[in-house]
């Protein structure tokens, strides 16, 4: 069985994945952290051992990967003779793209469907990259980098909200999940598909990305 690797997709400005520019890296992390801070406030009541606390909000998840580089050998059967091939695909995603404004926002993937709540798929931006280039040949080219890339977490405040919302449940797609299979197991009736669609926002509900979570509003 093949070894799964991470996969990061870039989104467009409707947050929907652009496959084309998807890529893999070349070797997976042997460990990768995630940090989140959540504020919380209070003030000082001589009465009490501990002050009451008041909840000030979350901050966004952050996602450090450390990845490893190497082209020394055939990358799928490719002879690659400058690593930089390879650590560009992620220098685009520190860059600004025509149409959008901005660096995208990508998903990291890695794997089948996680458990609700876990780290991956994380959708998010990118704040920090080193590269650190190393086994050069006579004409100047690298052969290997090491990587350290962090993720702050970019959520669409709608898709959030809808997420948070009691009226609101949400469903994480997998392997061979349609629109209206998913309305079939919401719904009990797959022609009720559209309402998934609008929820979301799909510009295209024939492509279902694995691993997206979508918002499946409930039937008034």
Known sequence: MA???IKITPLDK???????????????????????????????DRALNAPP?????????QLTLNLFYDVTESVNGKVVKDV??????????TRIQRGLDRPPAVVVSWGAAPPTNSDFPFTGVVNQ????????TSDGKPGRADLTVSF???LEPKKDQLQTDPEFTTRLVKRGDTVSSIAAEAYRDPALWRIIAEANELDDP???????????????
């Open 53 to 61: 606390l008041t909840f000030g909000g979350g901050g966004s998840r």
């Open 129 to 136: 990259l080193t590269q650190a280039f190393k086994l050069f």
């Open 14 to 44: 409707n947050g929907n994945p652009v496959e084309g520019k998807a890529f893999k890296v070349l070797f997976n992390p042997n460990t990768y952290t995630i940090t989140k801070s959540v504020t919380w406030s209070g003030s000082s």
């Open 152 to 154: 702050t977490e970019f």
């Open 206 to 220: 024939r492509q279902l990305q694995i691993g997206l979570r979508l918002a499946i509003p409930k039937l008034s």
């Open 3 to 5: 070894l799964e690797k």
């Open 84 to 93: 930089r091939e390879e650590t560009n695909k992620m220098v685009a995603l």
